[in-house]
């Protein structure tokens, strides 16, 4: 199965997802979006997949959401999709595409349902949070 990530190396969610992919044996594509930055049909075809408005999909911490205006309810969906292009930062990561879906993996475990199978126990976030124990079965 093929595995996508959309990811930002300085992010310990993402990180965490993709070190979960990478325990269940699978070689990911990994996109850095930060660097290759966003198209406006790449965000709607992943937003509209994943079942995420781009309100739903917007960054608000440790982002220029604020200083931008974003987080007035009054902006629409064309504007914060805009934003998004101009500043790949906005969009919340990581974004997650296999087979089975696409998903914005926050907080990280939910990789697991786009997964055909589980990386081998115990394994732990970076925070030492059980993700899998030592039977192999999700934690939570």
């Known amino acids: 199965m093929k595995v996508v990530i959309h ?3 300085a992010c310990g969610t ?3 997802v993709l070190a979960i992919i990478e325990a269940a044996g699978y070689k ?4 850095e979006y930060l660097k290759t930055g966003w198209t406006r049909p790449q965000l709607e075809d992943l937003f509209a ?3 995420l408005t781009p309100r739903a999909a917007l ?3 440790k982002s220029p ?3 931008l205006g974003l987080l007035d309810p009054a902006v629409t969906d064309d504007a914060l999709l805009d934003a998004m292009v101009a500043h790949p930062v906005l969009v919340n990561r990581p974004i997650v595409c296999t087979a089975k879906g696409v998903r914005l993996c926050r907080p990280s475990e939910l990789v697991l349902d786009l997964l055909d199978r589980l990386p081998p126990g115990p394994l732990a976030k970076e925070d ?5 124990d030592a039977e192999g079965k999700r934690v939570g």
């Open 128 to 132: 030492g949070q059980a993700v899998i």
């Open 7 to 9: 990811h930002n190396p």
């Open 65 to 67: 959401a604020q200083q």
């Open 49 to 51: 997949r994943a079942g």
């Open 59 to 61: 960054r608000t911490s």
């Open 14 to 16: 993402s990180r965490n």
């Open 28 to 31: 990911p594509t990994v996109i």
